[in-house]
Every structure is written in C-alpha cells, then in structure tokens.
C-alpha cells in the first residue's frame, strides 16, 4: 500500500545516490535533477566507441550510456553498483539506457544478451555480478532474454585498476571461454558491461563469442573518457 511506503520513506528516507537528498514516491535511485543532468553519450560520439575495436575484434555496433570522468558525482553510480551493495541502481540505468538506445535501433537483430561474467571469487565476495542487474534492466526494456553461464572466466586475473593500457590487455589475454558454443552459436548477442575502459577485457570476451560463431554488439553503461 502507497500509505506504508510513504510512511517507511518518512522514517528512513531513500536519498539519490549522486547528491543524496531524498527521493520522492515516483524516484528510483536517483532524483530527478541528477537524472536530468546525467552526462549521456550522444549518438555521434558513440561512432568513436565503436573505433575501439577496429582491427582487434569483430563488433557490429557499440555504445555506453554516460561519461565515466574522474571527480564527476555520478562515479557513485557504479561505486554503490560494483562496491555498495546497490545491485537495482544497474537495473535501473539498464532500463534507462535501454529506453534512450532504443530509439536509434541500437538493439535491432540483436537475440540473446550476455553479461559479462566476473571471476567466482569476486561475485562471491561481492554476492552478485552487476552485470546481471544491468543486462536484466536492458530485457525488461527490450524483451531481449538474458544468457547467463553462456561465457566464463577461464581464470581470475588481476585487477585492472591502476594498469597502464598495455598492462590490461595483457592481464586479460585469454582469461574467457564460452561454455555451450551449440546454445549460441550463430546467434546476435549484446554483450554487457559496467565500464569501457581500454576495451581490454570486453574485447576478449568478445573474441571468445566471436570465435563461437557469434556476431557480437557491445553496451556498457559508462564510458572512462579520461582513458583518451
């Protein structure tokens, strides 16, 4: 009931996980302000995500939802996402993003989407893959079914924190595989991600898709544009 959720937000407020001021009835993680001012990735600049790739991997298309910058309030997003224990704020943007991307065609012939699977020590200690949460916000929107288990880390390397560029794509270099090549081989599948970086890492899980039999597309939520 409307009444028990309005007395609940009165005794312990929800708060915007950028600016942290109380939402209202109808706000989902974030107020409405902080939305309206969230740094989107327009349709132009999507073309030079996609020149990531060129010569490294076979991409059909690729986009990020919003800028990743050093200092900006929105890194809490994915802070309280990845470290936080804030899964639904990746439903939430993968809903978003999904409505926003959509009205270009980004998901046109796509049929399967696949997150990108982190290591077993690291979704344990975390309780979740975020990855999940934003590809299911990305099917609730698009009707697009979710692959879970369809690619594994072969390994657990390193973090990628703090790794200069030619040290993450060392670091990732082999580290997935696709577990039932038959399930998807032939398929269009949207791979799914947090961050772009380097594109180190979603290019080898990308590889291993590709290497299946797969035409791959690429989404992430953000994009680091201090990384270029």
Request: a positive charge.
């Amino acid at each position: 009931m409307k009444w028990i959720s309005d007395l609940f937000d009165f005794i312990l407020p929800r708060r915007c996980v950028v600016c942290g001021e109380p939402l209202s009835g109808g706000e989902r993680e974030l107020c409405l302000n902080c939305l309206m001012a969230l740094p989107l990735i327009d349709e132009p600049r999507r073309a030079e995500i996609e020149k990531i790739f060129w010569g490294i991997v076979p991409v059909e298309r690729a986009a990020s939802y919003f800028f990743y910058s050093k200092g900006s309030p929105y890194n809490r997003l994915l802070h309280s996402l990845k470290y936080k224990n804030r899964p639904q704020v990746g439903l939430m943007l993968g809903r978003n993003a999904a409505i926003e991307l959509s009205k270009s065609g980004f998901f046109d012939g796509v049929e399967l989407i696949v997150p990108l699977p982190l290591s077993r020590k690291k979704e344990r200690s975390r309780g979740y893959n975020q990855c999940d949460y934003i590809a299911s916000g990305v099917s609730q929107i698009t009707g697009i079914p979710v692959c879970k288990g369809c690619v594994s880390r072969t390994k657990a390397n390193e973090t990628q924190t703090h790794k200069s560029r030619e040290q993450r794509w060392r670091n990732v270099e082999g580290i997935f595989a696709v577990s039932n090549p038959e399930a998807i081989r032939g398929k269009h599948v949207l791979l799914v991600d947090d961050v772009l970086t380097t594109g180190a890492t979603i290019a080898d899980c990308a590889r291993a898709l590709s290497s299946a039999g797969c035409r791959v597309t690429v989404f992430t939520l953000a994009y680091s544009c201090n990384d270029f």
